[in-house]
């Protein structure tokens, strides 16, 4: 299994193969393709990120048995925010909590989504990302390295 940063590596080496802001920002929309929708009924306030422009939806989650680890679903009511959550499902899908705290998020200042993501986005990133952080970090101070009841 590769480790997150790997994965995060992955869609840098992938975004800026795509060319300049317009291609990558082209890209991330194809992205967000792969991204379920939640279905209507999840999409409730305590879900809701704050700190995002957009609406987004976060439904975080450990799943027990070998070889399981974070889950992640989400959506947002814009397809690049979407394509970010996908991003960010493939990054930490199956992680343990300290994989998640110790990797850095690094794909938009990697990439020309720097240049596309005005001020109030990139802080929206930084929100999802101290959601999904929060999660790993409240699950390693309740269960210990590996962020998860062993169950």
Not at 66 to 93: C, H, K, P, W, Y
Not at 124 to 135: E, H, N, Q, T
Request: with cysteine.
């Amino acid at each position: 299994m590769k480790s997150p940063d790997e994965v995060q590596q992955g869609y840098i080496d992938r975004l800026n193969a795509a060319g300049g802001a317009f291609e990558q920002f082209d890209l991330l929309l194809n992205i967000s393709a792969e991204l379920d929708e939640l279905p209507p009924e999840r999409m409730l306030p305590e879900a809701l990120v704050e700190g995002c422009q957009s609406q987004v939806w976060l439904w975080p989650r450990w799943e027990c048995g070998e070889g399981r680890g974070f889950a992640l679903e989400g959506d947002s009511d814009t397809l690049m925010v979407r394509g970010v959550i996908r991003i960010f499902q493939q990054m930490f899908s199956g992680c343990s909590a300290s994989e998640i705290l110790t990797c850095p998020v690094r794909f938009l200042e990697e990439t020309e989504l720097a240049y596309v993501f005005d001020p109030q986005r990139q802080a929206g990133v930084a929100a999802i990302a101290g959601v999904i952080r929060g999660f790993a970090s409240e699950a390693l101070n309740a269960h210990g390295e590996e962020g998860r009841s062993k169950e």
